[in-house]
């Protein structure tokens, strides 16, 4: 069964404190992405994997890390959290990058900074 | 850089009437369009694409016919249900980045 899956689903985190989202497929998928969703914005991207230890910013890569150690796990990280990174992160994963490929999405996480 | 536009922020309408949302798009690339649905508490999953010009693809009641030389993807549907109540994002596919999302159309479908 294809799938995707993240963890945890929901998080309350301080400011200041560091945050650990994590992601994982079971397509052997060489590509996966990390996005954020707020209300009015759809969904942005913040970066993309190719594969192991290759990944690229998207268009709000400020205020992330990502880590890319087995091409089935992909995980992001913010270093002391901030109150407008309050949002749900959505890890989604695809065979290859680009052209027709289909992008398979998690549950999404639901993070909140207080 | 590449664009998608959505016009409709949020589109009301009675159940069994008919529903239209639109989608227009910038690339230099040839295009790949997608339709999205997203579900109250629910991940995006996949509804339709494309990348034919003028060749209707359909799945699940939607229909949708890219026409390059207006660069739109729109998403229609006869009769919606309220099943159909969600979240419908446009995107663009393009060489490096993936999907390029619209901000999404708010579909909500009365009795």
């Known amino acids: 069964d294809m799938k995707v899956t993240q963890m945890p689903r929901y998080l309350i985190k301080r400011m200041g404190e560091n945050v650990l989202l994590e992601c994982g497929q079971d397509m052997s998928h060489e590509t996966m992405y990390w996005y954020r969703q707020d209300p009015g914005l759809g969904l942005q991207l913040i970066y993309i994997?190719?594969?192991?230890?290759?990944?690229s910013e998207g268009d709000i890569p400020k205020g992330y890390r990502v880590s890319r150690k087995k091409r089935e796990h992909f995980s992001l990280i913010l270093d002391s959290a901030k109150t407008n990174q309050t949002s749900v992160y959505f890890c989604a994963s695809s065979s290859r990058t680009g052209g027709y490929a289909e992008q398979f999405f998690g549950p999404g996480t639901r993070l909140t900074v207080l | 850089g590449d664009s998608v536009t959505q016009t409709e922020g949020l589109v009301t309408l009675t159940k069994g009437l008919p529903v239209m949302l639109n989608c227009t798009y910038q690339?230099?690339?040839?295009?790949?369009l997608f339709w999205y649905v997203q579900h109250l508490n629910e991940a995006p999953k996949l509804l339709l694409k494309?990348?034919?010009?003028?060749k209707r693809t359909e799945h699940q009641g939607f229909y949708a016919t890219l026409h390059k030389s207006s660069s739109s993807f729109h998403l229609q549907k006869s009769s919606v249900q309220l099943s159909d109540s969600a979240l419908y994002f446009c995107a663009l596919s393009d060489y490096a980045q993936g999907l390029t999302f619209g901000l999404g159309t708010r579909v909500s479908v009365f009795p």
């Open positions: 494309s990348s034919t010009d003028n």
């Open positions: 690339t230099t690339y040839s295009p790949f």
């Open positions: 994997s190719y594969d192991v230890d290759s990944n």
